[in-house]
């Protein structure tokens, strides 16, 4: 699966942005979709999975202001995140993870930079 992100920006503490992943395939068909970032000086992390059944887990540090959601109609994948803060500034990366019998195939998007900044 082929992913391309779009949406980051810059953006003012507080401020909301909204990114957005495409994938080469049918959405349906990718049995789990995540956002990590790539935060300078901190480790990759997984921000927010959203799986094929509907269920969505986000890292405690964005719960309440982040969430992860798609639209069938339009394959895609979005991440809003509200009420950002500085910590949130980093390369945001859509992930798509393909199983189908014994194989498993992950993905991963180019990236997307967020900054927050006053």
């Known amino acids: 699966v082929q992913l391309e992100e779009s949406g980051g920006g810059v953006v003012q503490p507080g401020g909301s942005l909204r990114l957005s992943c495409v994938p080469s395939?049918?959405?349906?068909?990718?049995?789990?979709m995540a956002w990590y970032r790539q935060a300078p000086g901190k480790q990759y992390e997984r921000v927010a999975t959203?799986?094929?059944?509907?269920?969505?887990e986000y890292v405690d540090s964005v719960k309440g202001r982040f969430t992860i959601s798609k639209d069938r109609a339009k394959n895609m994948l979005y991440l809003q995140m509200n009420n950002l803060t500085a910590s949130d500034t980093g390369v945001y990366y859509c992930?798509?993870?393909?199983?189908?019998?014994?194989?498993?195939?992950?993905?991963r998007g180019q990236g997307t930079r967020v900054t927050v900044s006053s």
């Open positions: 992930h798509a993870r393909v199983e189908s019998g014994p194989r498993t195939t992950d993905s």
């Open positions: 395939e049918n959405i349906e068909d990718i049995n789990r």
């Open positions: 959203l799986t094929n059944d509907g269920i969505d």
